[in-house]
């Protein structure tokens, strides 16, 4: 990220923990625990036009790695263990794998060592986000294809259940102008109900003015990394992550749901914003 939010948001983690953090030992807390406190949360969303025959369809994301600043190979084998207890029907992961060009071949390997152990039953799918971009987004592209992962980017992937359709698609990524919305919706079929990959959640002003996206899922935000107690707001959150910067909002007859991902940009430290593996679980309208 840009240095002034580096600056910023060091600034601002300082200021809140020196105000609300002392009695959890502050800095030291925020970063060496809270970052590996991770938090799976159970959303229940109703597609109207979800088919029944996907009724229960369990949907796990995860977001925003960032294997390179806090991350361990570790920490991350222990997420995936996480997410595939969860026995889900499809995995979605929405950008940023990396973040700087510091040690990039050893995590380039140890992405594809750790997330190709992810197992899910129909599909893991995937997105590229703007650190990959700005980092090697050829490298990022060969750990989602070295690690069984289907990308998104720009592409639809079809989920069947006999003659019922769920379609998973994804935009590459919009702060570097190089999503191709209108090629997914060229690739849409008219029936089935739409999830959209999108690395950045206000994207969803953009998503849902076409009509035909249910659900949107993205990451970027970090949720702010830090969220100060009592105004429950994040200090922070980057450029197309302001609006939409955590949890689930409705943007016209889409839900747009925004990930607090999994790692962090410097400085490396969450507080009240713990790493997040959602768990979607789908149904569809009974009215």
Known sequence: MPLSRRKFLK????????TVGAGVGGFGYAHDI????????????????????????QLVQISDIHIDTGMTKERLQRIVQMVNDLQPDAIA??????????????????LVEVLSGLRAKDAA?????????????NGVRGVLRDSGLTELSNAVHTVRRGDAMLHLSGVDDYWERNDRLDEVLDLLPEEGAAILLAHEPDYADIS????????????????????IPVLNRPVVVPTYGRKYPLGRYQVGTMIQYTNRGLGTVPPAVRFNCRPEITLFTLSGSTG
């Open 34 to 57: 809270e970052p590996d406190r991770v938090e799976v949360v159970r959303v229940n969303l109703t597609l109207p036009r979800l088919n029944p025959a996907f009724n229960g369809y």
């Open 11 to 18: 600034i601002s983690v300082l200021s809140a923990l020196g």
């Open 125 to 137: 799918v995937a997105v590229l986000g703007n650190h990959d971009h700005w980092t090697d987004a």
């Open 208 to 227: 849902a003015a076409t009509g035909r996206f249910d659900l949107q899922i993205s990451g970027h935000s970090h949720g702010g990394q830090v969220i």
């Open 93 to 110: 992961i929405t950008g940023d794998y990396i973040t700087g060009r510091w040690l990039l071949e050893r995590s380039l390997e140890n």
